[in-house]
């Protein structure tokens, strides 16, 4: 059983550009979450994905927006990046968008410059 | 209402030693409490969780205490060992379909040899 995977790793972007992370989630599980976690903060909710449709966004602008494909995989998508969007994006995956226990990747670092 | 509050921000204890954190809630509609602990360049990973139904919950040296009237839960990690030092966080989450993870501001636990 493989666990959360993550790319790339790190990411520098200028402000005003746009961003792509991608996240493979856990065997078997349908749902992926996204988490910002500023430097020294807890990880905040972002969105979460079921069957390829958002299931639930928390306070973050529209310019954060997200895919899940067919085979549960996601990606996030941030536009006109802004210095206070650098941070460590973390993927979590869950079997189902009501379960319980979330599993999370390593994370993108993502650094605004 | 949605906030969870983590003490202390910084914890230092002796192998050995037993390493307390505690968190204290709002919001009586979350019905899921999660510990996480992170290593550095990680992500969080899932360490132990309870439910309000039950006052407490052992894995290994890991307990978690609840006290469902006073809305606080606190983590205890018996005999703690420098492999524990890492950074803590407790989290809540309620049955809204999509079980977003609220976050505390996290713990940073350095056990001494």
């Known amino acids: 059983e493989t666990g959360v995977t993550q790319s790339p790793t790190h990411l520098i972007k200028t402000r005003g550009q746009q961003v792509t992370l991608r996240c493979s989630s856990q065997?078997?599980?349908?749902?992926v979450s996204w988490y910002q976690q500023a430097l020294g903060q807890g990880p905040q909710f972002i969105f979460q994905y079921y069957r390829e449709e958002e299931n639930g966004r928390g306070n973050f602008p529209p310019r954060f927006s997200g895919l899940q494909f067919p085979n549960y995989s996601s990606e996030l998508n941030v536009n006109a990046l802004e210095l206070d969007d650098s941070a460590l994006y973390l993927c979590?995956?869950?079997?189902?968008?009501?379960?319980?226990?979330?599993?999370f990747g390593p994370g993108t670092r993502l650094t605004v410059t | 209402q949605q906030q969870v509050k983590q003490s202390p921000q910084s914890l230092i204890v002796q192998k050995g030693g037993i390493s307390i954190i505690n968190c204290a809630y709002e919001n009586t509609a979350f019905d899921y409490f999660p510990w996480y602990q992170q290593f550095p360049g990680k992500g969080p990973a899932l360490l132990i969780a309870?439910?309000?139904?039950?006052s407490e919950k052992k894995e290994g040296r890991f307990t978690i205490s609840f006290n469902k009237s006073a809305k606080q839960f606190s983590l205890h990690i018996m005999d703690s060992q420098p492999g524990d030092s890492a950074t803590y966080f407790c989290?809540?989450?309620?049955?809204?379909?999509?079980?977003?993870?609220?976050f505390g501001s996290g713990t940073r636990l350095q056990v001494q040899p």
């Open positions: 979590a995956s869950s079997p189902f968008a009501g379960g319980d226990e979330q599993y």
């Open positions: 309870i439910r309000p139904d039950v």
């Open positions: 065997s078997g599980h349908n749902t």
């Open positions: 989290a809540a989450s309620m049955d809204t379909g999509r079980r977003a993870l609220t």
